[in-house]
């Protein structure tokens, strides 16, 4: 496994696994997102916490949430190529110095896109077990860290129009290959446990891989403003965004968390999201958990709309 400094980044502290693609430069954002935020006073839209409530993470690369009590799980996304390695056990003494669990995404490729194999080649190399030493070498040193740890591979599975090289393949092909890649990190990182995380949309059943092989569901859930207006002709709550998902993965009876959230718009949207997103609501009861996407968009969302910000300390001007 290829170490490469350039992959390693450091934030509040924290040598941390950052997020796929964050090293990329970011597109401008289009004028549609603009004029939706345009308005915004807003410098700090960091979710409320409820008490009693739903419990709260978050993947944090700029550390703002770092000296935040009331934060449950620290989020981590890591390649399973050109990646060092080291970075994982800082990691995991930062989370253990604030009680927090490890939430680890696998990325099963490169993230510098000169070097990724097209879906047909990384399908056929994990399923002839060429890739079993760089998920080993990963599991094994999770099996070391001393935070509880949730393992999240090959995310978004379903979702067919998904950047990801793993997205839309054959619902048996993912299965058997999500089985492979957990049965090592159940080898080697036993008292691990394991998060199954489809987008949400419709199709994710078929990739579900039987819940000897899911300890967790995870759903991924943004909210922006200008695309809801597009696309569904007004700004949607964080409950009607998360709808479809839920219902679709409820049959299976297993935790839910959204393991990818983030939010962004004028100042009523984000105000609503911002109180919304850790009630504990009546209408999601497997709904346990929130885990805050604190950095900007990896990938162009449609309608040019470009990478949306979601951190939750905002820097720039306001309008």
Known sequence: MKSIDRRQFVGAG????????????????????LSATAGSRIRDKRPT???PGLRFGAYDPHGDFAEQANVTTEALFMPWED???????????????RKRNLLITVEPWSWDENFRLTSGELQTRILNGTYDRNMR????????????????????????????????????AYITAYRRMMDIVRKEAPKAQLMWSPKGVPGLRDYYPG???VDYVGLSVFGLEAFDRIAHGNPRSFSDSLLQGYGLVEEFSKPVWVAELGYEGGDGYLTAWMGDVTRDREEFPLLEEVVYFNDREVHPWPYNLGKPDWRVVRTGSLG
């Open 14 to 33: 924290i040598a941390t696994i950052a997020v796929a693609g964050a090293c990329h430069f970011a597109l401008a954002q289009g004028e549609n997102l």
């Open 49 to 51: 916490v409820h008490t």
């Open 83 to 97: 990646v060092d390695l080291s970075s994982l056990p800082a990691a995991d003494a930062y989370a253990l110095q």
């Open 137 to 172: 070498e990963i599991a094994h040193l999770i099996g070391q860290l001393k935070s509880p740890a949730v393992v999240r591979w090959a995310q978004e599975m379903e979702d067919r129009e998904s950047r990801f090289s793993w997205a839309g393949w054959r619902p048996d």
């Open 211 to 213: 819940s000897n092989y």
